[in-house]
């Protein structure tokens, strides 16, 4: 990465070198897992999958005459698929090892069915079966989760005048599995997994926020470790005022911002926030058992890569063929029937 001379952001934050630093390896490693080869093959497909299963058709203007119908086979089977999955009703079983487990895993299991009903898990379940399907690789995170916002409650006293006062609620807190969209996650560029030989050592997951919902998240000094959210500002910006930040195309570049959160197991053991060239936290992983906080869901596993083949990949070319069969059908016919017209 090329590094940006007199960056403006630098008068108004300037970090120290060490902070400089980091928030530079975050900026690097997310550019480095960008242009993984295996990352950019899998996102050539990923578009035309989507669009594949929709049944997607571009807009015909008044003068087109061509038939751009679309036989909905992909659709079909994916969707055929999901419905027999969905059937079994697939859940992970949790069960003691040996005898002395049993009240462990009694326990355990409680609370995931606690978890699993509260978090509507079996929603996620079907979304990450879906994005399967789908994309060849589904991507979900499971994390503790607090959905807070500012609320105004209306107060009335003994002589009957009315007062508002602002309170902090949760709509939400506790635990959560959510699928995640595969454009916002990098993996690193040398991994074929989340474990084995050739596990991930770090990962990035993107978090594209409105600049108002990230202040009220990042609020405390839990988040807001070096007192740096004050110098965050919206992507819309030219990019000579970043040092290393690029705003990412299709965000609102009036008030969005681009929270990376860089997740590592080797060579240290991190969880780094930058934020808009911005270091916001940098710490250990606070999970107890300090792996990358991921799971990976397959269709068809190619062994020497990370991201699998999935059904649209598979089915495009029988796609194409029974959509130029079906529109050449019905080019003959518009012609056979309207042809004094067209002439």
Known sequence: MEEKKEAGIRAE?????????????????????EQSPDRVEAQKVWDSAAKQWEGWREEKKASDWQSNHYVPLTTAIVETALA???DQTPRPLIL???????PKAT???HIFDYTWEISDGDTQLYNVMKDTLIFGTAIAQE??????????????DKKGKETTEEIEVFDYDDAVMEVIKLEDFFIDDKARSFDGPYGARDCIRRYIMDIEDFKLFFKGKE??????????????MDTNYYEWYKPPQGIDTSK?????????????????????DVLIKDGPNPYAHKQLPFARSIDIKRPHRFYGKGEPELLESIQDEANTLRRMMIDRNHLDIDKMFLI
């Open 107 to 109: 326990v355990m299991k």
């Open 96 to 102: 003691p090892r040996s005898t002395e487990d049993a």
């Open 223 to 236: 988040w807001n470790q070096y007192d740096n959210v004050k110098y965050v500002k919206a992507g819309g």
């Open 143 to 156: 994390y503790y989760w607090q959905d807070r916002r500012i609320v105004r409650q209306i107060n009335v």
């Open 84 to 86: 027999e999955m969905v």
């Open 256 to 276: 969005d911002v681009e929270v990376l959160w860089y997740w590592s197991k080797k060579p240290d053991d991190l969880l780094r926030i930058v934020a808009n």
């Open 13 to 33: 934050y300037n970090p120290t070198e060490e902070e400089k630093a980091k928030i530079r390896m975050v900026y690097e490693r997310k550019w480095a897992m």
